[in-house]
């Protein structure tokens, strides 16, 4: 019997891409004040020591204009969000200081760079699984399965999650490539009418209900169609 070992090591690489495949951007604008969240953070803020590293951060620089705390609790709650949906799915997520500018208009949170650090110290506890990106495709994170036992202690109601009011809806980008860093801009009579339209539909999509009944699951697979993918399901 002959074991084709290159041939094996290529079907588990696309195996494994169309594993992180299943992935979405990290929203940086997803909040929630719930109790059971907050009494987590602390928990994991605490657990995890971040609290000694904030305090030194105090002593050496200028104050970041979203407090460190809340920082981590936008990770952990989108985190937990994904988890809600899919407990394959990733997010996609810069671990670069060029993708976290705090006076952006695309970063209403005012998210820093201390973001890479906490990715990093969730790595390195175990609590969640990591894929290091490349050259136009951004690391991915989702849950390790210590994560989703915390996370089933939650009982949040999709209404105690929302979007911060000031995200910005109208996005401009030089290109496809997902670690493109979206352009700032000056605002023109155009924007304000598109950003105009878009505010009110999405205010109808807040207070709308939108269900399909029969699903199990909040996606359903598709089979690929073209591309090295060609016959592999997809989540949509």
Request: contains cysteine.
């Amino acid at each position: 019997m002959k074991k084709d070992i290159g041939q094996e090591s290529k079907t588990n690489s696309k195996a494994k891409a169309a594993e992180l495949n299943n992935s979405r951007p990290f929203d940086v604008h997803v909040w929630s004040n719930h109790s059971e969240l907050n009494t987590l953070i602390d928990e994991l803020w605490l657990k995890l020591g971040l609290d000694r590293n904030a305090s030194d951060k105090k002593k050496r620089g200028p104050k970041p204009k979203q407090a460190s705390k809340n920082q981590f609790k936008v990770l952990i709650l989108d985190l937990y969000v994904a988890w809600q949906d899919d407990p394959t799915l990733y997010l996609a997520i810069h671990m670069s200081n060029a993708g976290w500018k705090t006076n952006s208009r695309y970063n209403a949170l005012h998210l820093s760079p201390e973001i890479i650090g906490y990715v990093s110290t969730l790595d390195e506890a175990g609590l969640i699984v990591r894929y290091p990106g490349y050259e136009g495709r951004l690391t991915r994170i989702r849950s390790s399965t210590t994560l989703g036992q915390y996370f089933q202690r939650l009982s949040i109601p999709d209404a105690e999650i929302e979007q911060d009011k000031d995200r910005e809806t109208i996005v401009l980008k030089s290109n496809s490539s997902e670690t493109s860093v979206p352009i700032e801009y000056t605002d023109t009579e155009e924007t304000h009418s598109m950003r105009g339209v878009l505010t009110r539909y999405n205010s109808l999509l807040a207070s709308s209900y939108i269900d399909v009944c029969s699903a199990e699951h909040p996606y359903i697979e598709r089979l690929r169609t073209n591309g090295q993918f060609a016959g592999k399901p997809l989540k949509v």
